[in-house]
């Protein structure tokens, strides 16, 4: 016999998809929801509701912002000699946050895995690879993906394919001759094996940024 209402049974389900959201958790968002007055329900709701209608993806760096190009890569201030690499938009908004980088960014939207079937086609990599072929402007690419197994096997990746690009047939009737001086780091002081940049605070970024060793 069904004890639960539909409508609570349908929310649970909803929560249940969610990163990090176990049933329990679940339950217990639902029920607390129960309690919250209606015109706070429809807040929530309406922002849900204009999640993806008033956000875009950036052209250039695939950020997530409200216009195209995003206000980063819309800026006239940034250094678009620099380029640091990460996994997802929450990396960009913890690193605007320290203040320690005035760079552009590239957005891979998530981290090569095998295991749950993510290749190099699944994210923005050959978007990168694009990109620098045709930033004359870029010096230094900073890979600041995760340092944990994913994020490690996609900073391999990412300079693989720069490599190639480097090697004599590639460099061959290619106009753009950036390519050849562009240096490769890799963010590496102040961030732990297997942390995460979601969960690090602005004095250890701050030092992960200063800290970077050639990736070369």
Known sequence: MKILPKSIEKLIESFEKLPGIGPKTAQRLTFYLLHVPQHELDSFADAIRSLAANTKICSRCFNVGEDDPCAVCASLDRDESTIMVVESPIDVLIIERSGKFRGLYHVLHG??????????????????????KKGDKIKELIIATNSNMEG????????????????????????????EELKIT???????????LEYADDVTLGHALSGRISYE
Do not use: F
């Open 111 to 132: 981290a090569i895995s095998p295991l749950q079937n993510i290749g190099p086609e699944e994210i923005r990599i050959y978007e990168l690879v694009e990109r620098l």
């Open 152 to 179: 490690e096997a996609t900073a391999m990746y990412i300079k693989s394919e720069i490599s190639k690009l480097k090697s004599p047939a590639s460099r061959a009737g290619r106009q753009n001759s950036n390519l």
């Open 186 to 196: 890799r963010i590496a002081k102040g961030l732990p094996v297997g942390g995460d």
